[in-house]
């Protein structure tokens, strides 16, 4: 009994005695046997051991580190060693873990960077070419505006010349025109660097807002800076006067003065770079004139003569 009670103070006093990291903190006491004493006295061998919050604190375990690597290795090389016992021996690394394969992707982002960026580069590439290529187109174009094509009605010599009666195709009595003339004009392309296709519209002869005679420029190609005289055919048969043939007056020998209009438009084309840029130009001219049917020779023009516009 007073061993007993000697044990149970001292063990107080430990308790007491033993620093608290916590107030809050409960102890525990762990019963162990005893190294010295055979005798199974389990009051002297009462140890009080505090909770600890870790365990690299617990005083049970005072290598904490090297014991979880030991551990963990175990561990893990046990599972590698089995499955290595099965398929074979693996190879290690210097740390003694065993290589494990890896498994490749086709392809990779770098070659897919490359790729997108020599993409972007050819598509800029290309738009760069493209509006620099469309700017020259419209410099030239500019450039090109100018250059309208001149033209100078130069003569007409009237071939046939005839004034009579007779009956439209619905036999009605009329005073009826046949005539037949041949005009010349000097065509002139001023651009420096292409050259022109040329043509015209109808070239008609009227005679108080009635076309008497009509003919045609046929398109053909000039050269850049060059000068073209061109001779044109236009002629009419027995075309209907009704109400305006009767200011017409005839001879006594037949021959008849016959007032007209020369009426027609000149049209030019420049393919300036091929069929891509292009350069339009027209021009109308109006020349009037009086034909004599007993005249032979040819009416030469002025330059005030007809109207270009």
Same mark, same amino acid.
Request: aromatic share 18%; net charge positive; proline share 4%.
């Given at each position: 009994m007073m061993r007993s009670a000697k044990s149970e103070s001292d063990i107080t006093s430990l308790a007491a005695s033993s620093p608290s990291r916590s107030p809050k903190r409960p102890v525990y006491y762990v019963q162990s046997p005893s190294r010295d004493s055979h005798d199974g006295d389990k009051l002297s061998s009462m140890q009080a051991t505090p909770i600890s919050n870790s365990p690299m604190e617990s005083p049970s375990h005072p290598s904490f580190g090297r014991h979880s690597r030991n551990s963990s290795a175990s561990r893990?090389? $046990?599972?590698? *060693?089995?499955?290595?016992? *099965?398929?074979?021996? *693996?190879? *290690?690394n210097e740390k003694g873990w065993p290589e494990c394969d890896v498994i490749l992707e086709e392809g990779s982002y770098g070659e897919f960077d490359k790729a997108y960026t020599r993409r972007c580069q050819a598509l800029i590439a290309l738009l760069t070419f493209v509006l620099l290529f469309t700017v020259f187109c419209l410099i030239i174009w500019g450039a090109s505006r100018p250059y309208k094509t001149e033209v100078t009605v130069k003569s007409l010599r009237a071939q046939n010349l005839y004034v009579g009666e007779g009956s439209d195709f619905s036999g009605v009595v009329t005073k009826m025109m046949t005539v037949n003339v041949s005009l010349r004009m000097n065509i002139y392309n001023?651009?420096?660097?292409? $050259?022109i296709h040329v043509h015209s519209t109808p070239i008609n002869l009227v005679f108080s807002d009635i076309t008497v005679a009509t003919g045609e420029l046929k398109k053909y190609y000039q050269p850049r800076k060059s000068h073209r005289v061109v001779s044109v055919n236009v002629k009419g048969n027995k075309v209907p006067l009704y109400g305006a043939g009767s200011s017409i007056t005839l001879s006594q020998t037949g021959d008849v003065k016959v007032p007209l209009a020369l009426k027609f438009e000149i049209l030019s084309r420049g393919n300036v770079v091929g069929k891509l840029v292009r350069t339009k130009h027209s021009k109308e001219i109006t020349c009037p004139l009086v034909i004599d049917s007993s005249g032979s020779k040819p009416i030469k023009f002025n330059k005030n003569s007809c109207t270009y516009h």
């Open positions: 893990f090389s $046990g599972i590698f *060693r089995s499955s290595s016992g *099965r398929k074979g021996g *693996r190879k *290690r001023p651009a420096t660097f292409f $050259g």
